[in-house]
């Protein structure tokens, strides 16, 4: 999935270990999202997109701090942008 609206940076915590320390980066992957949104471990694709889409377009809650273990605690549903398929 690819869209103009959202941007990806991969950081090896080992190489740049003050960002990771300004992060709290102690287990990977962590996935940091307009530095108010976080969650650590692999989740499953549908539950990273939700997650994602809390962070980018609110869910009128405050951060959200995920882990992999907790990922059933994420409703993942489909996502209705109103963009077609051209558009993403």
Do not use: C, Q
């Not at 962590?30 to 377009?57: M, Q, S, W, Y």
């Amino acid at each position: 999935m690819e869209s103009p609206r959202v941007t990806a940076d991969i950081v090896e915590a080992t190489e740049f270990p003050e960002l990771a320390r300004r992060y709290n980066v102690y287990a990977v992957p962590k996935i940091v999202i307009n530095d108010t949104h976080e969650f650590v471990g692999a989740l499953p694709e549908p539950h990273f997109i939700t997650a994602l889409a809390r962070a980018v377009i609110g869910d009128g809650e405050g951060p959200l701090e995920e882990t992999a273990e907790g990922a059933a605690e994420v409703e993942a549903t489909p996502l209705d942008s109103g963009l077609g398929d051209d558009d993403v």
